[in-house]
Nanobody, 118 residues
Framework: QVQLVESGGGLVQAGGSLRLSCAAS????????MGWYRQAPGEQRELVAR???????NYADSVKGRFTISRDNAKNTVALQMNSLKPEDTAVYYC????????????WGQGTQVTVSS
C-alpha cells in the first residue's frame, strides 16, 4: 500500500501565499512523476503542476509565474509554493504520484482545501 499525506491548505487573502506539501510512504520504491491537481465546485479536476523524476516541470497556464513545484527524491515529497493567489485558485488540491514497487500506478492524496478570499 502507498499513502499520500498532504498538508498546507487553508484560507488566505488574495495576493497571499500558501505552500502545499505531500509525502509518499509505504510500498513505493520507484516514483516517476509527482504533481498537483485541483477541483473547484462544479468543475472537473485539472492539472496544476507536475514534475518528473528528472526535474522537468509543467504548469497550467493559469498558474505559470505564480506557482512553483518542487520535489525531494530522497524523502519522496513534493511541494507546491503558491504565490499571488487569486480567488479563482480556490479549490480542493490533490497530490498525485505515479509510482509503486512492482507495478506503477497513480496514487492520490485525500485533498486539501485552499480558499482565497477577495
Amino acid at each position: 500500500q502507498v499513502q499520500l499525506v498532504e498538508s498546507g491548505g487553508g484560507l488566505v487573502q488574495a495576493g497571499g501565499s500558501l505552500r502545499l506539501s505531500c509525502a509518499a510512504s509505504g510500498r513505493i520504491s520507484r516514483i516517476n512523476a509527482m504533481g498537483w491537481y485541483r477541483q473547484a465546485p462544479g468543475e472537473q479536476r485539472e492539472l496544476v503542476a507536475r514534475i518528473t523524476s528528472g526535474g522537468i516541470t509543467n504548469y497550467a497556464d493559469s498558474v505559470k509565474g505564480r506557482f512553483t513545484i518542487s520535489r525531494d527524491n530522497a524523502k519522496n515529497t513534493v511541494a507546491l509554493q503558491m504565490n499571488s493567489l487569486k480567488p479563482e485558485d480556490t479549490a480542493v488540491y490533490y497530490c498525485n504520484v505515479n509510482g509503486g514497487s512492482i507495478l506503477l500506478r497513480d496514487y492520490w492524496g485525500q485533498g486539501t482545501q485552499v480558499t482565497v478570499s477577495s
